[in-house]
């Protein structure tokens, strides 16, 4: 009995395993690829990952031919030139001109497709346009998944150091001081600096005021303020010959010493602004620097809405650009894919062309920057629907 027992529990553990299989081949995306998928995303991703070496390669020349003076003016070494620069340069510009990568690939490998007269037997098999989409959208979404990561939380951080290289070895002037700067580090707290020097993370005549209902409850002063930059919590400055008045009512306390540790919700960048420093944030970083900025009425955070924004519409823009590629080269025409690639390039270049003129227009022209970023994918989704409509005919 007790063996017949322990049989049925065995059979019993079995099942529950095949249970887990089947519900693993269920949620396995590749059982719903059919082979006609398979082979157009393969030729989709393996023509866009070819397109970004070829044009990055010819880039890395040019740029190299460019700047070889420089690099051997300062003495820059080769290790820093291929690790800290060009390894931080190549994805920075493949991420920035992706959807010029998706057009050139959609239309060189439709064009070809189409050329050899596969479209048209998918199409004589009963495979709609439709259906013939969605492997183009699928890429497109992995695609976009990837440039989504890889600009809002991998490369800023190469930026960083690409930019600390520029400022060392190619003299690209940063702004690395700030003088009379005045801010609301919290809700009726205000802060100010004589001069601050970015480089030391130093500055000197500091003043901190705290304000209750309108009334000023402590005044605090130090000759020196320098961050603590290797401290475990943000916002930590040391003050130097330090002198705080504590106001209570018509009584008056002063603590004065030479070196106290001090938490104010300030940090270094919060002082000096330099060209292109959102560029070096990652998408939380942004959202949380807008947010305090916001919080302190700041005005000066339009390019950081901006490249927040865009770093999401730049992923869309996959998907609407495979539309009017895939739309464009589907039908074979004479005269090969040279013209689909000219009105390819044409419009990629337009697109990238509209993110400049628009985020421009948000700096300078007080046009939100959530409409900025996505005024390049709403005219393109306009010509995305006419060429749609227009491809099955």
């Known amino acids: 009995m007790k063996e017949a027992f322990r049989k049925i529990k065995h059979w019993l553990r079995w099942l529950r395993w095949l249970k887990c299989l089947r519900c693993l081949k269920v949620l396995n995306p590749f059982r719903y690829l059919k082979r006609l998928d398979r ?24 740029d190299v031919n460019e700047n070889l003076a420089k690099f051997s003016t300062y003495n820059a070494p080769l290790k820093a030139i291929v690790f800290d620069y ?44 439709k259906r013939l989409l969605r492997p183009y959208m699928i890429s497109a979404a992995l695609i976009a998944a990837v440039n989504f990561y890889l600009g809002g939380y991998v490369i800023p951080k190469g930026n960083q150091v690409k930019m600390d290289f520029e400022a060392k070895y190619k003299n690209k002037e940063r702004n690395l001081s700030a003088s009379n700067v005045q801010l609301m580090v919290q809700p009726g707290v205000i802060a100010y600096l004589q ?21 000023l409850v402590s005044h605090m002063t130090a000759s020196v303020i320098r961050y603590d930059s290797i401290s475990d919590s943000r916002y930590h400055w040391k003050a130097q010959s330090y002198k705080i008045r504590t106001l ?62 865009k770093r999401i519409a730049t992923s869309f823009a996959s998907f609407i650009l495979t539309m009017i590629g895939v739309s464009l080269s589907s039908r074979k025409r004479k005269g090969g894919m040279g013209m689909y690639l000219g009105i390819g390039l044409a419009l990629s270049f337009g697109y990238i062309l509209l993110q400049t003129i628009s985020a421009t227009f948000a700096i300078n022209a007080d046009t939100p920057a959530l409409l900025a970023a996505w005024i390049p994918n709403l005219l393109y989704v306009i010509i995305a629907y006419f060429c749609y409509r227009q491809a099955p005919n």
Do not use: C, W
């Open 86 to 129: 060009y390894a931080n340069f190549v994805p920075y510009f493949a991420n920035l001109f992706s959807p010029l990568f998706v057009f050139i690939a959609v239309i060189f490998f439709t064009s070809k497709l189409a050329g050899n007269s596969e479209i048209i037997a998918m199409l004589a098999a009963g495979v709609s346009f």
């Open 248 to 309: 209570k009512g018509l009584r008056e306390e002063i603590e004065s010493g030479a070196v106290i540790d001090t938490l104010i919700q300030m940090e270094p960048m919060d002082l000096v602004f330099s060209k292109g420093q959102q560029e070096t944030l990652t998408s939380t970083e942004l959202s949380d620097y807008i947010s305090k900025q916001v919080e302190r009425g700041s005005v000066n955070v339009v390019q950081y809405e901006v490249e927040y924004h």
């Open 39 to 62: 082979y157009i995303i393969a030729k989709f991703i393996g023509t866009y990952i070819f397109s970004i070496i070829l044009i990055i390669s010819i880039s890395i020349v040019f």
């Open 195 to 215: 001069q601050y020097d970015d480089v030391t993370k130093t500055g000197y005549g500091f003043s901190l005021d705290k304000f209750e209902n309108k009334k």
